[in-house]
């Protein structure tokens, strides 16, 4: 799809073209070579100006199904000038899931990459009920993605996307292996502790592993799955939200810190945020600025019990995604 600069473009150019075929017409008894620099310029323009795919990672169990379309629907619908390539990692996903998954992205016009996992790959993990092994396979995407796909967007399924990603992923991670946000901006005393439990005291803060841009060149150059299973075995006693700890406590030093309230907002906390800015992040300046809410914790906006801020917001995508 194209914005309403490039129509007008194409219209410019369908009128040259046409004054064109008129002149040419008009001199059949003497044709002479035409030229066309005029139109060959707005082409090559429109060329370089056609956007590449959008390449989203999603990882999943059945459990966490259709919380996945609500977040898909989120992100097509706020994002509707761009294509995406979503790619599913997955294990214990049924073929019916993945089957209405594909013609949901397909109906969308865009294209669904599956890649399923052996999870006896993370026999040693700490997992629970809360924290399933899908969660580590962020950890590993690169080892499991095309070799010649170099940059991709993690998105945990518990987010609405309500902006357009494109600030986001044209953020420069040459130098980095991620780009994160870190909540802990809100409350010096939850980072204070994570840096004492983790030994993180070289990273700029405690990073959410629910949003996270990869530079997965760099990953496949610097992440092995011997550190990650050796530093879990080693901090067994530390982990508290597993994946997340081995994210910081072995390369949290390596993670650009983008802001929380724009890319990763914790939907838990709309009051520390407005009072921290002073009045100024209230709902409204959320809905035009902010890109990603994210409803971290355990209780979650698809369960009827729930009644926080934005519960109805994600209701009214949830409801709209099931049409």
Known sequence: MVDDRHLKQHKTLCQLLKKRIRRIKMKRADPEPVNLPEEKKMFQQLKAKKKEPINILVTIDENYAQPLFTMLYSLFLNNSKDSFKIHLIYADLSDQTRSALNDFCEKWHHKLFEYPFDPTRLEGAPITKRYPQSMYYRLLAHRILPCDLDKILYLDPDILVINSLETLIQTDISHYLFAGAA???????????????????QSEGYFNSGVLLMNLGQMRKRISEHDIFSYIDSHKIELLLPDQDVLNGLYGDQILQIADELYNYDARNYQTYYLVSSGKIDVDWIMKNTVILHFCGKNKPWSPSYGRKFAVLYKHYHSLSLR
Request: aromatic share 10%; charged share 15%; glycine share 6%.
């Open 183 to 201: 909540h802990t901006s809100l409350t010096g005393v939850s980072e204070h502790f994570n840096r004492i439990r983790l030994n993180t005291y």
